[in-house]
């Protein structure tokens, strides 16, 4: 009750966002030429909207979040941003990255335990609206200039009662285990610890993994890495060994190369996930659901008819 709650509030925000901008902001504010590199996302966009008004101050939208002005900001943990059935806290460390990627990033960066929904598609285009419109969700990647004027409530041809904006993304505690790219039934490996990486994501760094560091989760989640036929390339909820988001420089924004993938959505409640709808409306859905319907639930444009399931 408690995680819905979080989500409830998230959805409030949302729509205060869209009366005051007349849209929902962007899922990841993106200025270079791949996502690896992105400046910011939804979750730090929404801090006025959520009274976190000390951490938004401290936020200098001018740079990325990766700037040195950020470190402070980026650092902070917000409760709101926990599932309370997975953790009640929690920072990632960023030294390990830094020293991998060798670029200064700040020390540490406030970890998040929910999604935005990217919707059927793990393509990660820099340039969201490319991808196809029947498999994208509520939530695109974008320009700086237009971090407010994402997806409109009038754009969701779908419904926002039947198609959601967030969802449950647990991370940072054991047992959250990355699958690898090369061998989906076997973990891939943390090279500080020698042992499975633990999924992780962060409310300010918006950024992605690349192929050389398949570990992260990023803000968004996915319900199929493709979504459209003949193969969809599905993303379970739950999934026992479960997939990073990473960055492969696919040229194509419908995926289709399969060289971009998307985390699914992941908890620690019992036989699935809590989700907010577009509406505003939370819902838990269960783990069994039927795949096409999972993906139509995720898709603003899908044409789906869910008069059944």
Request: with cysteine; aromatic share 10%.
């Given at each position: 009750m408690r995680c819905a709650n979080n989500l409830r509030q998230l959805g409030l925000a949302m729509h205060?966002?869209?009366?005051?901008?007349?849209?929902?902001?962007?899922?990841?504010?993106?200025?270079?030429?791949?996502?690896?590199d992105a400046d910011a996302g939804a979750f730090t966009t929404l801090l006025p909207y959520l009274e976190q008004d000390n951490?938004?101050?401290?936020?200098?939208?001018d740079q990325p979040w990766f700037g040195a002005n950020n470190y402070e900001a980026v650092g902070l943990e917000v409760k709101l941003y926990f599932c309370p059935s997975n953790r009640a806290?929690?920072?990632?460390?960023?030294?390990?990255?830094?020293?991998?990627?060798?670029?200064?990033?700040?020390?540490?960066?406030?970890?998040?335990?929910?999604?935005?929904?990217?919707?059927?598609s793990g393509s990660l285009h820099p340039r969201g609206k490319r991808?196809?419109?029947?498999?994208?969700?509520?939530?695109?990647?974008?320009?700086?200039e237009d971090s407010h004027r994402g997806v409109r409530v009038t754009d969701?041809?779908?419904?926002s009662s039947g198609t959601f904006a967030m969802g449950e993304a647990a991370g940072g505690t054991p047992g959250l285990i990355v699958r690898s790219l090369d061998d989906p039934a076997?973990?891939?490996?943390?090279?500080?610890?020698?042992?499975?990486?633990?999924?992780?994501?962060?409310?300010?760094?918006?950024?992605?993994?690349?192929?050389?560091?398949?570990?992260?989760?990023?803000v968004f989640a996915v319900t199929a890495q493709f979504g459209l036929s003949p193969d969809p390339r599905d993303e379970p909820m739950n999934r026992l060994l479960l997939t990073p988001t990473v960055y492969g420089g696919d040229f194509r924004p419908d995926n289709s190369a399969g060289k971009d993938y998307?985390?699914?959505?992941?908890?620690?409640?019992?036989?699935?996930?809590?989700?907010?709808?577009?509406?505003?409306?939370?819902?838990?859905?269960?783990?069994?659901?039927?795949?096409?319907?999972?993906?139509?639930?995720?898709t603003s444009n899908g044409g789906e008819s869910l008069s059944g399931e």
């Open positions: 205060n966002h869209h009366t005051a901008h007349a849209a929902f902001p962007l899922g990841m504010v993106c200025s270079a030429s791949n996502t690896c951490t938004h101050r401290l936020y200098h939208f806290d929690g920072r990632i460390d960023l030294a390990p990255m830094a020293a991998q990627w060798s670029c200064p990033l700040p020390p540490y960066a406030g970890a998040l335990d929910y999604a935005l929904n990217k919707g059927a991808v196809p419109a029947a498999v994208r969700g509520a939530f695109d990647i974008g320009p700086p969701i041809g779908d419904g076997s973990p891939a490996i943390d090279p500080e610890t020698g042992q499975g990486a633990i999924i992780d994501q962060s409310w300010g760094a918006a950024g992605v993994g690349d192929t050389g560091h398949p570990w992260y989760g990023s998307v985390s699914g959505y992941r908890s620690r409640h019992t036989g699935g996930c809590n989700f907010l709808f577009c509406d505003g409306s939370t819902r838990f859905l269960r783990a069994s659901i039927t795949p096409a319907v999972y993906r139509a639930l995720s």
